[in-house]
């Protein structure tokens, strides 16, 4: 089953406008990632947060984790039509170098 | 997809012929891993690696084997292949450093249709 649950499932906003998407999780985890895969890709990593940290920044990337919640968001300012692609957060769990993953959430930036 | 290559990247069978796609890492990563993408189930593990011929199952491993004789390649085999294996096979590989840091680095995929 699934560790991560990303919503919304889709979402669609205008350029310039700032795009969040939210991940749930079940279990404790060592640290959680974000990647990105654009139409026909690979997934790109964007950045990894670790249990004990509550808020990174990368650009104009933001990502926040909530271990009591077991939650997480991202949130990208100011976006971008080259930000259309789905999103995927990634959960790693203490001691293991294996990674669960989301759906994924799909981001459309209309011009 | 710097440093990992897929082959082939496109392939077309019928059920119950054997099927091997390969992913090639100029890395030296210690980790690498298989995963299958479908509509509906996001990514999802088949098989991973930890080092030369050291192999564990992931989520999804049934129908499926894996063998890695050399650091740089990482071989995933359908020994009779099934219409429900149809799908997009991603390799990936990860640094493995220690300190718990474990990004992955995702290969370009190969879409694989059993007919």
């Known amino acids: 089953s699934q560790q991560g649950e990303e919503d919304p499932q889709a979402l669609s906003i205008q350029e310039g406008e700032n795009a969040t998407m939210n991940c749930s999780y079940k279990?404790?985890?060592?640290?959680l990632q974000w990647y990105r895969q654009n139409s026909g890709r690979g997934l790109v990593h964007l950045i990894l947060?670790?249990?004990?940290?509550r808020e990174k920044h990368s650009g104009r990337l933001r990502v926040t984790l909530d271990t009591s919640k077991k939650s997480s968001s991202l949130l990208i300012t100011a976006s971008r039509a080259a930000d259309t692609a789905s999103y995927f957060c990634?959960?790693?769990?203490?001691?293991?170098?294996?990674?669960?993953f989301g759906q994924g959430t799909r981001l459309t930036i209309n011009p | 997809d710097a440093g990992i290559t897929q082959s082939p990247r496109h392939k077309v069978t019928e059920t119950g012929t054997p099927v091997t796609l390969r992913c090639h890492q100029t890395?030296?990563?210690?980790?690498m891993y298989w995963y299958r993408q479908d509509p509906g189930h996001g990514l999802r593990l088949i098989h991973y690696?930890?080092?030369?011929?050291?192999?564990d199952k992931g989520e999804v491993s049934d129908g499926y084997s894996v063998s890695r004789s050399k650091t740089e390649d990482f071989l995933l085999t359908l020994e009779s292949a099934t219409s429900s294996q149809t799908s997009v096979y991603f390799c990936?590989?990860?640094?493995?450093?220690?300190?718990?840091?474990?990004?992955?680095?995702f290969g370009p995929g190969t879409r694989l249709t059993v007919l």
């Open positions: 690696s930890y080092g030369v011929k050291d192999t």
């Open positions: 890395e030296n990563h210690r980790y």
């Open positions: 990634a959960t790693a769990v203490q001691g293991a170098q294996k990674l669960v």
């Open positions: 990936a590989i990860s640094e493995g450093s220690g300190r718990g840091d474990n990004e992955q680095f």
């Open positions: 279990t404790s985890i060592n640290n």
């Open positions: 947060i670790r249990s004990n940290e």
